[in-house]
């Protein structure tokens, strides 16, 4: 039996590094199609085609008339770059996987835990309703066409390379100077962190399953936090106890309205996932990453790698303002 053929676009982010390069290590033949400008580099035995997705004679050349039993796209936003792949790939392809986001669920949420079923509107967020939208396109495909389509819905997911907190490394370098961090709301509401490896587990373990087709998944882990627990375990990690002051979410997307609908219309409302779905059709998805055991990995990481300590000049500015 041949291996199952799977092209990512993308394939070099928080999501996509660790499940194509599970992929692979399943023995999956698989190839990346992106720009080639990340700093993650692929696994051993993957093939990478460099070509930016928006180009299509570029992408053409690239593929060069290939198909896949699976094609994955990890950096589809909007209804327009889904449609641009149902041109491309329909007929040549067994499985489409889009990346949704579990920001699309209702906001505020009716009722814990949130399962598949829990409805889709977020009116305060852009990114959600255009993930809500590029659903909705699929979902006709499917049922119209029988387009083959997997819809999959993370929620946070960090590895390594990230900061799993409002503020990223400028909170980090902050709590680590003694100065005082912002947190929304009260840093009680619950919010869910799934490790990227743990996601790739369930990921990988939809490819090429017919169990999963014209269906939809949240893939997240079970370790649930308060804000200000997780503040509390990097910044222990990183050798501080942080001083954390209080705004409402409104007030910082007030202060900071290119962020407008990231706090308001997700990170402040308490999220838990109900993951039975996606254990009935992966049975060995089973997260064992929580924070309090990566979070040292992830400071460790970011001092071996200073060019990755980025302090955000405005974010520390908003801070401040906030604080003043």
């Keep these: 039996m041949s291996a199952t053929r799977v092209l990512f676009i993308g394939g070099t982010g928080i999501i996509s590094s660790a499940a194509s390069a599970l992929a692979a290590e399943r023995g999956m033949e698989v190839t990346l199609l992106n720009r080639g400008q990340s700093r993650r580099a692929p696994a051993d035995g993957i093939e990478v ?10 992408v053409d050349t690239a593929l060069a008339g290939r198909e896949f039993d699976v094609v994955a796209d990890m950096i589809a936003f909007t209804p327009e770059q889904v449609q641009r792949d149902l041109d491309r790939f329909e007929g040549r392809t067994g499985q489409y996987v889009f990346i949704s986001s579990a ?16 409805p889709l509107r977020n009116p ?16 006709s495909a499917y049922r ?10 993370p929620s946070h997911t960090y590895d390594k390379w990230t900061i799993p907190a409002f503020g990223g490394w400028t909170a980090i370098d902050r709590i680590r100077r003694g100065e005082e961090i912002i947190v929304h709301g009260d840093g009680t509401s619950l919010w869910t962190l799934t490790h990227s490896r743990d996601f790739a587990v369930g990921f990988v373990g939809l490819l090429g399953n017919s169990l999963a ?4 998944f949240q893939i997240t882990s079970d370790f649930v936090y308060t804000w200000n627990e997780i503040y509390s375990i990097l910044g222990r990690a990183a050798g501080a106890e942080p ?24 990170m402040a409302h308490s999220v838990v996932f109900d993951n039975t779905k996606i254990r009935s059709v992966v ?11 990566s ?3 992830i400071i460790d990481w970011h001092d071996a790698h200073p060019e990755l300590q980025r302090v955000d000049p405005g974010m520390d500015a908003l801070f401040e303002r906030l604080l003043a």
């Design 49 to 58: 085609l460099t070509a930016d997705i928006s180009d299509a004679v570029a």
């Design 103 to 118: 920001s699309a669920y209702q906001k505020p949420v009716a009722r814990l835990p949130i399962t598949e079923s829990t």
């Design 124 to 139: 305060y967020w852009q990114y959600s309703r255009d993930k809500i939208a590029c659903e909705d396109l699929l979902s």
């Design 144 to 153: 119209e066409r029988g387009f083959p389509v997997t819809v999959l819905r």
């Design 213 to 216: 087709y014209g269906d939809t």
């Design 243 to 266: 001083r954390i002051r209080y705004a409402t979410s409104a007030a910082i997307e007030q202060a900071a309205p290119e962020r407008a609908g990231q706090l308001t219309g997700d």
């Design 283 to 293: 049975p060995d998805f089973n997260p064992t990453t929580a924070l309090h055991q």
């Design 295 to 297: 979070a040292r990995e």
